[in-house]
């Protein structure tokens, strides 16, 4: 019988892991070039970021980036079985506060600019419908 989210499902997951992939090369790329603060403050010169700042922001990036790449491939395995229904759930529901937490802190550090509002959008809205889809598999 197929599950009535699993559509939304499949469709955020592939999303998710198309995201999730590239951020975690920027990211990693940012871990490598992380000692060049002088070149990431003339590209973003809103404030003056040390090293240590650096590493630590690229360093919880990357983590967040790996961690919607598996929860897009979990998605994918489970997104036919309404068993699996609620770990995809929880998951979806981690990253949607994973990306408001991370979206806050920017406007806090940065200011509040449309790049920020474009994050929070495109931050939100693919957890969104991956837990949408879901929560319809846990309904059947």
């Known amino acids: 019988m ?12 592939v999303i ?10 920027i990211y990693a790329l940012g871990l490598i070039m992380g000692s060049t603060s002088e070149f990431i403050n003339s590209v973003f010169p809103m404030k003056e970021v040390d090293e240590k700042s650096l590493f630590l922001i690229f360093g919880l990036g990357l983590v ?7 929860v897009g491939i979990v998605g994918i395995i489970n997104a036919g079985k309404a068993e699996k229904s609620m770990l995809c759930l929880v998951l979806g529901i981690i990253l949607i ?17 449309t ?10 809205l693919f957890p969104v419908l991956f837990s949408t889809g879901a929560y319809l598999n846990k309904a059947e």
């Open 2 to 13: 197929e599950t009535k989210g699993k559509g939304l499902i499949k469709l955020s997951s």
């Open 16 to 25: 998710m892991i198309v995201l999730g992939a590239f951020a975690s090369i």
């Open 64 to 70: 967040w980036a790996v961690f919607e790449l598996i």
């Open 97 to 113: 506060a994973i990306s408001l937490v991370s979206t806050i802190g920017a406007i806090v550090t940065t200011g509040p600019s």
């Open 115 to 124: 790049g920020n509002v474009v994050a929070i959008f495109l931050g939100i």
